[in-house]
């Protein structure tokens, strides 16, 4: 029985002890570098909690980063050099040479890297790539998304507030819709973006994203962080030259909840909708079981290493084009 250890005792490392519960493995517990959340953590999902990173290396099999954007390279390194797979949440890292240490070092480790990319594990979404790859809709033209919430934390001071870190609402939120439309389409040629990430308006973070694909197809993407607390938009459509695919999550939710949350239910992070469903229905449970499963049977995983260097990329390529106001060549993009 494999042995999990969980690094960042946040929203989405409860995310994901939550989801390893439900599978054949050990949960060995959480590492944060605030020992109390540390202890929150353990307290709900069990396990214990380490009181270093080398002390959770030391015990676990596996490793889940699931701390904040600016501390996945050193963890992922550590991992690596420790002997562990890795699942490790998107964005990949910050900068583009951070994600390409990454992947480098889990090669020469002989480790597997996993780039917790959800989306494509939404059954919705999963549904359309297979009829988009039917040849149902013919020939693809357009793929236009959108993925709104609130400001992450609106009344306290996080990392998400620090564009540095968090890379605003491209970086963190918008990259999920980058890498589900490169799945369908295929490589990006170039981005162009519109939208007030580099406004002084704490919290209206919102961007107009136009992808052109190297086959010819056109990409729109919406993110925002400017919506009223306590809301959650997606939408998802694709056309061919033989039909229009639609989703829309105000339509498809079976069930819709939206309460007065507390400020520390807030500081916790953007709400995410839920709905009951079986749990192979669960798209972080789909995730955290492809990525277990691939790991027994050798299998690729559904997201690759270079798929989460390229969301990256593209992603880094759009705030270039916001901050300059042109559109940017993908290929030949280099950070700076």
């Not at 889990?106 to 594990?121: K, N, P, Q, S, Y």
Request: hydrophobic share 45%.
């Amino acid at each position: 029985m494999r042995h999990i250890g969980i690094i960042g005792a946040g929203l989405i490392g409860g995310m994901h002890a939550e989801r390893w519960a439900q599978l054949p493995v050990e949960l060995a517990g959480f590492y944060d570098v605030s020992s109390e959340a540390a202890a929150k953590a353990v307290g709900k999902f069990g396990g214990r909690a380490f009181p270093s990173l080398e002390t959770l290396l030391a015990e676990v099999e596996v490793v889940g980063v699931c701390a904040p954007t600016p501390a996945h390279k050193d963890l992922v390194l550590a991992a690596a050099a420790a002997g562990k797979d890795v699942v490790c949440e998107k964005p990949m890292a910050r900068h583009l040479r951070d994600a390409e240490e990454m992947v480098a070092a889990c090669e020469t480790a002989g480790m597997r890297l996993f780039v917790a990319h959800v989306v494509r594990f939404f059954p919705e979404y999963a549904h359309a790539k297979e009829v988009l790859d039917s040849g149902q809709l013919g020939r693809p033209g357009v793929i236009r998304t959108v993925r709104g919430g609130n400001f992450p934390a609106p009344d306290t001071q996080n990392w998400y507030t620090d564009f540095e870190q968090s890379g605003g609402v491209i970086m963190d939120m918008l990259i999920h819709d980058i890498d589900y439309a490169r799945w369908c389409f295929g490589d990006v040629s170039r981005v162009f973006a519109r939208g007030l990430t580099f406004s002084d308006v704490q919290g209206a973070d919102h961007v107009l994203l136009t992808m052109r694909f190297q086959n010819g197809a056109i990409g729109h993407l919406e993110g925002s962080w400017a919506y009223p607390p306590g809301n959650f938009r997606t939408r998802l459509e694709i056309a061919g030259d033989e039909g229009l695919l639609e989703v829309d999550s105000l339509d498809t939710l079976p069930l819709s909840v939206t309460l007065k949350q507390e400020k520390a239910t807030l500081a916790a992070g953007i709400p995410v909708p839920e709905s009951p469903m079986h749990p192979t229905d669960d798209p972080y449970y789909r995730e955290i079981a492809h990525f277990l499963a691939c790991l027994e049977s050798g299998d690729d995983f559904l997201v690759s290493p270079r798929d989460g260097l390229e969301a990256l990329r593209i992603a880094l390529a759009a705030i270039e084009s916001l901050r300059t106001g042109q559109p940017v060549d993908v290929a030949t993009f280099e950070e700076e």
